[in-house]
């Protein structure tokens, strides 16, 4: 499902449940084996394990339909699946667990982190016995081969072909999945987490009994009071790219229900921060691109724009920026080198490296005709300091300065590698505004390896089970771009293994 769809889809459903009525709202109880909050990678890993394994499992959604975050994403992160072998490429068990280790500071479960690297691999397996294929890719020259793009299921790809054919393999085994239905809090009787009680859209409520709650509500990254208060970023300078409700429910309920949290943060990359700006149109990717000039609002270079190649390292630099925000500055030449020869780095599989931006010439003009705050042009960089209100003194020299370094092939300020070092001197001039945006929160509740919720002694709160971008324990403040697709990865196996693990310890 393309992105645009996407964010249609989440406004009608929105829409739909703000003006849904009450009228003649009831009371229903229901009693299950395993309750499963949230209908993302982990919740439909869940229920899909949950049906394999025989059980009666109940999924539900708050939105009018399922996906979530997942929608939009393309693949899932492994280490030593049969895709990887089968490609003759052969990252180990133990480098990815160092790596994944040292990238957080040790700040992640080394024991949780172990098992899902250990198990990544198989849970691949696990789903190509579940009408999934998929595209072994790599999404950047710094990354390792780990990215395993979904293949295409009913005529859809990606994130959506994972959620449609999961779906449709659990609802055939008897897993009842319930759209516009929330979960408002748990259950808890002798301190036992035993159920969930929920709301649907027109008013009627559910008391659903369970043997155990698996949480798998993707995290908080649309909630400004809880990026703010949870992650401690500003909310105005890492806005959520896409509505999706991801408010941080099950983390609240868990929490409510006496587990703590653990590290939290939010993946984060870079975006346009501009009106009449086409979402994932031919402007878009100069916020990808490692060729133009980055300058802050003070007109000074501050990084080497090649930080690109790491989307989540972007992202927190362009948000620390005074006011949130950065300047691409890049000349004619370079827009017709977009259009001829293609652009440098892709976004994923959604724009590709060596994508065409034909339309980028008329995508510029357009804006810019159009009145954007985010996009300007001059035809000089005195005019284009004035477009975009910097000092033109700072403004001038910094741009005579890159072009110094791009002549003579080496970066004295940021060491930005040679082969990106573009000079940008045939006008006319453009600027396009760039900062953070997050795709997803990432760390929620402490669980222990097994993806059991922990309360603040350290112990199980038993029947309680929180997996992906709910769980704590699997990164430190910033998320692993080299072991591309690690989240959606980790976000599925934790879903199946939480499953697993609560069907053994509940006797289900």
């Avoid at 789903?127 to 790599?138: A, D, E, G, I, R």
Wanted: hydrophobic fraction near 40%; aromatic fraction near 10%.
């Amino acid at each position: 499902m393309k992105f645009a769809k996407i964010l249609a889809r989440t406004a009608v459903a929105a829409a739909v449940a703000a003006v849904a009525g009450v009228s003649g709202a009831a009371e229903t109880q229901l009693t299950t084996d395993i309750v499963v909050v949230g209908g993302g990678a982990a919740g439909m890993a869940a229920l899909t394990q949950a049906v394999d394994s025989g059980k009666k499992a109940i999924l539900l959604e708050k939105n009018a339909f399922v996906g979530g975050t997942t929608a939009m994403a393309e693949g899932l992160g492994a280490v030593q699946s049969k895709w990887q072998k089968n490609a003759a490429y052969s990252l180990s068990i133990e480098d990815a667990y160092n790596r994944l280790m040292n990238f957080s500071h040790y700040k992640a479960n080394g024991a949780l982190v172990r098992r899902f690297v250990e198990g990544s691999g198989e849970n691949i397996d696990w789903l190509s016995k579940h009408n999934l294929k998929f595209k072994l890719t790599q999404m950047s020259p710094t990354e390792c081969i780990t990215w395993h793009v979904v293949d295409k299921y009913k005529g859809v790809e990606h994130g959506s072909a994972y959620i449609q054919a999961l779906s449709d393999w659990a609802t055939s085994k008897g897993g009842k999945i319930m759209l516009s239905t929330p979960a408002k809090s748990l259950i808890k009787e002798g301190g036992k987490v035993v159920g969930v009680k929920a709301a649907d859209s027109k008013g009627n409520t559910y008391t659903i009994r369970a043997k155990a709650v698996i949480i798998a509500s993707g995290g908080f990254n649309n909630s400004p009071e809880r990026v703010r208060d949870w992650g401690h970023y500003n909310p105005e300078y890492y806005p959520g790219l896409a509505p999706i409700n991801k408010t941080g429910d099950g983390i609240a309920m868990s929490m409510e229900a006496g587990a703590v949290t653990g590290e939290m943060a939010l993946m984060v990359h870079p975006g346009i921060k501009a009106s009449k700006v086409k979402m994932l149109g031919n402007i878009w990717p100069i916020s990808w691109a490692p060729r133009p000039v980055w300058v802050n609002d003070a007109g000074r270079r501050f990084i080497r724009e090649t930080v690109v190649h790491e989307f989540s390292d972007a992202g927190n630099v362009l948000g620390h920026q005074h006011n949130g925000y950065a300047w691409a500055i890049f000349d004619k030449k370079m827009v017709d080198y977009f259009a001829n020869e293609g652009i440098d780095l892709g976004i994923g599989v959604l724009i590709p490296v060596g994508a065409k931006m034909t339309e980028l010439q008329k995508e510029l003009n357009d804006a810019i005709a159009q009145g954007s705050d985010g996009v300007k042009t001059g035809a000089t960089f005195a005019d284009l300091a004035k477009q975009i209100g910097v000092p033109a003194d700072t403004f001038v020299q910094t741009m005579k300065r890159y072009n110094e370094n791009a002549h003579f092939g080496y970066d004295r300020d940021f060491y930005k590698e040679r082969e990106w070092l573009t000079p940008v001197e045939t006008g006319p001039f453009y600027a396009v505004k760039i900062g953070a945006f997050s795709f997803t929160s990432i760390g929620g509740i402490k669980v222990d390896p097994y993806l059991r919720a922990l309360d603040k002694n350290d112990k199980p709160v038993k029947g309680l089970y929180c997996t992906g971008m709910d769980a704590a324990g699997m990164y430190g403040d910033t998320y692993p771009v080299w072991f591309s697709g690690n989240g959606f990865g980790f976000s599925s196996w934790s879903g199946r293994h939480a499953a697993l693990q609560a069907i053994e310890d509940e006797k289900i």
